[in-house]
């Protein structure tokens, strides 16, 4: 899968991250909804981390379509928001 971290690069993920990206991913869902900001900001980047962590970055001038867009480190709450499907920022 090809994940886009937005304002920084594409990433290729293994789909047997998935599991662990989507809990994350559910976590950061109830804050947002029960609009815990420290815990979204905390959330938002143990997700984007863990990108980083299990990616293998493209190289800059790859131009691949993003399976996954994930928002930037200092999106807010609301930006977020406007991403979500109804399954969250990673669709399960």
Not at 9 to 23: I, K, M, P, V, W
Not at 57 to 69: A, F, G, R, T, V
């Amino acid at each position: 899968m090809i994940v886009r971290i937005m304002g920084e690069g594409q990433c290729t993920l293994a789909d047997s991250h998935f599991a662990e990206l989507n809990r994350l991913d559910e976590e950061l869902l109830g804050e947002m909804e029960s609009g815990d900001e420290a815990g979204f900001r905390r959330t938002l980047h143990a997700l984007l981390d863990k990108v980083r962590e299990l990616g293998e970055p493209l190289p800059d001038d790859s131009l691949e379509p993003s399976e996954l867009i994930l928002p930037a480190p200092d999106a807010t709450l609301d930006e977020v928001r406007e991403m979500l499907s109804d399954n969250g920022l990673i669709p399960g």
